[in-house]
């Protein structure tokens, strides 16, 4: 069974083909995964693997473990890009994801003030105010949208909640607007492909309605715990990209 990535609450730097040099934060547990989406190709594997034993990493060892890296980092003559919030789940969860985010934009500030601070969530805590202000206190608030059709997103993204649908979520991303950037995840199995006509035209439709600053999309890169899936290629994503821009007026980068 394919298993959890990151070991450590922060981890890195590493190289992102979308964000440049990134230094990690892992707010879900080192030894286990906890999310609210079982996505087909989630590098960090199934949801079935559990929890782990070492449970979410209270704020006060979060801010310390990142404040030790960023002074070695920064002793070391170390560039940074970006700090994200990443890892074995979705971050939101953390019930002081806001107080956390304040820390690490204090700390970002005190040493690599150029940085951005980055959020990769799956955009199903964003009915919480906290969590919705929290978002929009960072730099990039990177929320996922893979389908606005209701059979691929429960197929592909497997929410735990079932009443969940992906109408939620386009309301729900709304309150960002131009304050969020989507991120999208195209993939073909035998059982689905996200890049038909009509899924495309249900996601521009869907882009449109939230007017994001911009749109994100990409493909497979890492093993999959699902092994059908299968990537679409740098040309496809391409294409896909001109036709997105085409029909929203939004610029689409990451491909």
């Known amino acids: 069974m394919q298993r959890v990535l990151f070991h450590d609450t922060i981890f890195g730097p590493i190289h992102s083909r979308r964000l440049g040099t990134s ?47 960023l002074v070695t ?39 690599y003030p150029h940085a951005k601070v980055s959020v990769l969530t799956n955009s199903t805590r964003c009915h919480d105010p906290k969590v919705v202000s929290a978002l929009k206190r960072v730099d990039n608030n990177i929320v996922k949208l893979d389908s606005a059709i209701e059979s691929t997103f429960k197929a592909l993204d497997r929410p735990c909640d079932p009443t969940l649908t992906p109408g939620r979520i386009v309301e729900m991303l709304k309150q960002f607007g131009k304050r969020c950037i989507i991120q999208t995840m195209f993939v073909r199995s035998p059982h689905l492909d996200n890049t038909v006509d009509d899924e495309v035209e249900a996601l521009c439709e869907a882009y449109r309605a939230i007017n994001p600053g911009s749109i994100m999309i990409y493909s497979l890169d890492r093993p999959t715990p699902d092994h059908t899936l299968t990537r679409v290629s740098p040309d496809e994503l391409t294409a896909l990209a001109r036709r997105i821009e085409e029909a929203t007026g939004v610029t689409v980068h990451g491909y």
Do not use: W
């Open 23 to 69: 230094l990690g934060v892992n707010l879900t547990p080192n030894d286990g995964k906890i999310c609210t989406f079982d996505c087909l190709y989630c590098e960090a594997g199934f949801n079935s693997q559990g929890p782990g034993t070492g449970g979410l990493t209270p704020r006060a060892e979060v801010r310390q473990q990142l404040e030790d890296t």
């Open 73 to 111: 980092m920064r002793g070391d003559g170390m560039g940074l890009d970006v700090i994200t919030f990443s890892g074995n789940g979705e971050p939101t969860i953390h019930p002081q994801f806001g107080d956390i985010v304040d820390d690490v934009i204090a700390l970002r500030d005190k040493y």
